[in-house]
């Protein structure tokens, strides 16, 4: 590994033992922090999904809920695995941007500032930026993937459903951690944390993570590897005790990411122009563009929550400001030829405040009322097409959201009731080659949509539930072709039903049948002439299935899980969809394969939606065997298997079924401070993609990751 990769190692070392000391040194008596979705000693999982600390089987809503340590010891170590983890869930990337689906319902944009139809949330702060947003997953306290819309209940807007992050908070006992980790691929890891108190009423919490890996992608055109991947993040807070009452907790984070994966696309069906001596990827890890990719984005904001208790209600405040910046490389035309290629600068930062009135649950009625502001800039400042077309479009978005939810508890029965007002403006103004050619363009929205819930939970260990609930989100403009005429909103009316099951420690069974009508649904196109990307609304789609998801305890030490999801979900109404198709082959002797693609307008209805999987599913496992003398030995193995799906609205490029493979063996010394552990990933070397995208020029593929293993060796106290 070159100096950078060991003085930012170093860098993360060094930190992460100079506060272990400093947080020793001020031990005080702990004031214990509530874990939310780790698995206490009955068995129960504790969630935030409604706002407030609940065991999951008294949520009536389909929540996957996973603690930090059960998430690593799968290998689940980023937000791109959860698919891994969480059947229904599918998170694809392309050209940087994350764009997760569940249940059917996600967005495919790759216009900056646009926010997707899934919501990720890092404790409690939205995460505006779809550009790069895989997070890490380490130093985590839980993951919760909230199925559905979740409007009534979160500040911005999630049409499509949440994905909840919460890192650990800060403790006033001494606690800290240190891991080490080396693998093919010369891929090393550091992790480090630590927490403790500064005073009597002041803990703080710093943590730091590093990667580094190698290339394995094969760059036919320049001959050595292209792919070297670097990325850190570093996270404080500081939690303030500033009376019996009121609690501050202010935080910090940066990352940058420096991987040129996502916008490493390779031709899997020929190229315009190929011919038989032209460089063409025959193995899944080859690349043949002639421009080298690249991608650097960097991620920093902060925030601060107020939470002040009062006789029989909280108050919450939530500040926040998120800023980033990208840059990148991207070879459009995947090709050896120099056709098509963009520099893309993209820049954005959010402003955002959220504030919560929530009940205490001290009464049969419990409650939350809310409100959202938000004021978002973000854009191509700018973005060079081949070179010389020089695109500058910053769009200005300002949302504004008041929300409201309550359940009653009569008897036996819970009834559910919430609502939201949505206000959303948008506005841009746009040069090229430094004229301009819009003038702040706008346009604005408005939306209420309700929720409603009838529970029947006669007791601690029977839940079931009936819902409905409407998704919303605002439309767009597609600013890379200057259009002053925006997309419109896109729509959804979701219903479920659900039961809950329980048996104790030992088991418990939730499942899930739901049905979704969604129409304006807003999907990605690319222009014929500049090869950009924009956005077209689709008619209507209807997604319907159903989840199951259970654990079993059978005998202490083992712990198990499937999860099953079935999907249906189908392109109700689509009659003028973009779809990509082979042009007519050429003369001879030019190749059938080498002519590229043709974009027409056709009727899809009835067609699959997109990156929806007719069945996804998982199996986990975990043992743990105690040792004479102290100390265990821990086997863990996650399962994870997808059918078929389609990557694009014209049904031609499909994902085939695969099934991925994960496995872990741990060591934990006696005193369990010490563990030393293997790990693999995809150990059945399956190939897979992260995405497919069809353009004028090929159809283009990002291979997901190979066989990867490697060794770690950890310290916690």
């Known amino acids: 590994m070159g100096s950078n990769v060991l003085k930012m190692a170093t860098a993360t070392a060094v930190?992460?033992?100079?506060?272990?000391?400093?947080?020793?040194?001020?031990?005080?008596?702990?004031?214990?922090?509530?874990?939310?979705?780790?698995?206490?000693?009955?068995?129960?999982?504790?969630?935030?999904?409604?706002?407030?600390?609940?065991?999951?089987?008294?949520?009536?809503?389909?929540?996957?809920?996973?603690?930090?340590?059960?998430?690593?010891?799968?290998?689940?170590?980023?937000?791109?695995?959860?698919?891994?983890?969480?059947?229904?869930?599918?998170?694809?990337?392309?050209?940087?941007?994350?764009?997760?689906?569940?249940?059917?319902?996600?967005?495919?944009?790759?216009?900056?500032?646009?926010?997707?139809?899934?919501?990720?949330?890092?404790?409690?702060?939205?995460?505006?930026?779809?550009?790069?947003?895989?997070?890490?997953?380490?130093?985590?306290?839980?993951?919760?993937?909230?199925?559905?819309?979740?409007?009534?209940?979160?500040?911005?807007?999630?049409?499509?459903?949440?994905?909840?992050?919460?890192?650990?908070?800060?403790?006033?006992?001494?606690?800290?951690?240190?891991?080490v980790g080396y693998g093919n691929f010369d891929a090393a890891t550091v992790r480090a944390y630590a927490t403790g108190p500064l005073s009597d009423n002041v803990a703080i919490s710093i943590a730091g993570n590093f990667r580094h890996?190698?290339?394995?992608?094969?760059?036919?055109?320049r001959g050595r590897k292209v792919d070297d991947g670097n990325s850190y993040s570093y996270r404080g807070k500081l939690l303030i005790n500033a009376s019996d009452r009121l609690k501050l907790t202010l935080s910090g984070d940066y990352s940058l990411l420096d991987d040129p994966i996502s916008v490493l696309q390779r031709p899997i069906n020929?190229?315009?122009?190929?011919?038989?001596?032209?460089?063409?990827?025959?193995?899944?890890?080859?690349?043949?563009?002639?421009?080298?990719?690249?991608?650097?984005?960097?991620?920093?904001?902060?925030?601060?929550r107020a939470d002040y208790a009062l006789d029989t209600v909280n108050l919450v405040s939530i500040t926040a400001y998120r800023a980033f910046d990208?840059?990148?490389?991207?070879e459009s035309d995947s090709t050896p030829n120099a056709i098509s290629g963009f520099v893309s600068n993209e820049r954005g930062h959010t402003f955002s405040q959220e504030v919560q009135i929530v009940s205490d649950n001290s009464g049969p009625f419990s409650w939350i009322l809310g409100g959202y502001y938000a004021d978002q800039v973000a854009g191509y400042r700018p973005l060079t097409v081949n070179g010389a077309t020089v695109i500058s479009a910053p769009v200005d978005a300002k949302i504004h959201a008041a929300f409201a939810d309550g359940t009653y508890k009569l008897g036996d029965f819970e009834l559910t009731g919430g609502v939201r007002y949505n206000r959303e403006k948008k506005s841009y103004s746009a040069t090229l080659n430094g004229v301009a050619v819009v003038n702040n363009a706008s346009k604005s929205w408005e939306s209420i949509t309700p929720r409603a819930i009838l529970t029947y939970h006669p007791n601690r260990d029977f839940l079931a539930y009936v819902s409905y609930t409407a998704g919303f989100k605002s439309g767009a403009f597609n600013t890379s072709s200057f259009a002053t005429?925006?997309?419109?909103?896109?729509?959804?009316?979701?219903?479920?039903?659900?039961?809950?099951?329980?048996?104790?420690?030992?088991?418990?069974?939730?499942?899930?049948?739901?049905?979704?009508?969604?129409r304006d649904v807003q999907v990605q196109t690319i222009s014929g002439?500049?090869?950009?990307?924009?956005?077209?609304?689709?008619?209507?789609?209807?997604?319907?299935?159903?989840?199951?998801?259970?654990?079993?305890?059978?005998v202490d030490g083992l712990y198990l899980r499937a999860g099953v999801a079935y999907l249906d979900a189908k392109l109700k109404s689509f009659p003028n969809a973009q779809i990509f198709v082979p042009a007519a082959p050429g003369v001879a002797p030019a190749l059938p394969d080498s002519t590229g693609n043709l974009s027409l307008s056709r009727d899809v209805s009835g067609n699959p939606m997109v990156r929806s999987p007719k069945w996804t599913f998982n199996l986990a496992a975990s043992y743990t065997i105690e040792l004479p003398g102290g100390g265990s030995i821990v086997p863990s193995a996650n399962l994870f298997h997808s059918s078929e799906f389609s990557w694009e609205f014209g049904n031609r490029l499909k994902q085939s079924s695969y099934t991925l493979v994960n496995?872990?063996?741990?060591?934990?010394?006696?005193?369990?401070?010490?563990?030393?552990?293997?790990?693999?990933?995809?150990?059945?070397?399956?190939?897979?993609?992260?995405s497919v995208t069809p353009n004028r020029f090929a159809d283009r593929a990002i291979s997901a990751e190979p066989r990867t293993y490697g060794i770690k060796v950890g310290f916690k106290y």
């Not at 890996?213 to 055109?221: A, C, E, K, T, V």
């Not at 729509?491 to 099951?501: C, F, H, I, S």
């Not at 010490?674 to 070397?685: E, F, Q």
Request: hydrophobic share 40%.
């Open 663 to 690: 496995a872990e063996l741990n060591w934990h010394l006696a005193g369990d401070q010490v563990t030393v552990g293997i790990w693999g990933k995809n150990l059945g070397d399956k190939v897979y993609y992260l």
């Open 213 to 221: 890996r190698g290339g394995y992608f094969n760059d036919l055109f």
């Open 326 to 330: 990208a840059v990148s490389s991207i």
């Open 485 to 518: 005429t925006a997309l419109d909103p896109e729509k959804t009316d979701a219903y479920e039903v659900g039961v809950k099951l329980s048996s104790g420690r030992m088991l418990t069974v939730n499942a899930s049948a739901f049905w979704y009508d969604s």
């Open 529 to 554: 002439a500049t090869n950009l990307p924009a956005l077209a609304n689709a008619a209507k789609v209807r997604s319907k299935g159903a989840d199951l998801d259970l654990t079993l305890r059978p």
């Open 270 to 304: 020929g190229y315009l122009g190929r011919t038989a001596t032209s460089l063409y990827p025959q193995e899944p890890f080859d690349y043949v563009g002639d421009v080298k990719p690249s991608l650097r984005v960097r991620n920093r904001g902060a925030s601060a």
């Open 15 to 179: 930190m992460a033992v100079a506060f272990a000391s400093v947080a020793s040194a001020r031990a005080t008596t702990d004031a214990q922090v509530e874990s939310a979705a780790t698995p206490s000693g009955e068995g129960d999982i504790i969630v935030t999904a409604q706002k407030r600390s609940e065991r999951l089987q008294d949520v009536p809503i389909s929540v996957a809920a996973f603690s930090g340590a059960q998430l690593s010891e799968h290998g689940i170590v980023s937000s791109r695995d959860l698919t891994q983890v969480a059947p229904g869930l599918v998170v694809t990337e392309t050209n940087s941007y994350v764009q997760p689906f569940i249940r059917g319902i996600g967005s495919t944009t790759l216009i900056p500032g646009e926010a997707g139809s899934v919501a990720t949330y890092v404790d409690g702060v939205y995460m505006p930026i779809a550009n790069a947003s895989i997070f890490e997953l380490a130093n985590i306290e839980t993951v919760e993937v909230l199925k559905g819309p979740q409007g009534t209940l979160y500040g911005r807007n999630a049409l499509g459903g949440a994905i909840n992050i919460n890192t650990k908070a800060p403790k006033f006992t001494p606690e800290g951690s240190f891991e």
